[in-house]
């Protein structure tokens, strides 16, 4: 995650490189989406709240200002 306001060893500005948005999804189905703004830190930290009835996978994805996209899945089993 970069601001854009920080400069390189050789004085040239680092691009704003940050996550915008965050999103989390329990089979399909979307359980939280996220619009981060510019003063976001660095390791942003998200915690929230899903029912879930049965057992299935979460998806997680960031999206960064350059267009990449980070995705990330996670099993659960609910006994």
């Given amino acids: 995650m970069e601001s854009g306001q920080r400069k ?7 691009p704003r490189s940050i996550i915008n948005r965050f999103t989390a999804d329990f089979k399909g ?3 939280i989406d996220v619009t981060l703004e510019p003063a976001i830190s660095t390791n942003p930290f998200f915690a929230f ?7 299935g996978e979460f998806t997680f994805t960031w999206y960064d200002d350059d267009g990449d ?4 899945s996670k099993k659960i089993t609910v006994s």
């Fill in 49 to 55: 709240e899903a029912v879930v009835p049965e057992s």
């Fill in 8 to 14: 390189d060893d050789d004085g040239n500005i680092i």
């Fill in 29 to 31: 189905q979307n359980v």
């Fill in 69 to 72: 996209v980070y995705d990330t």
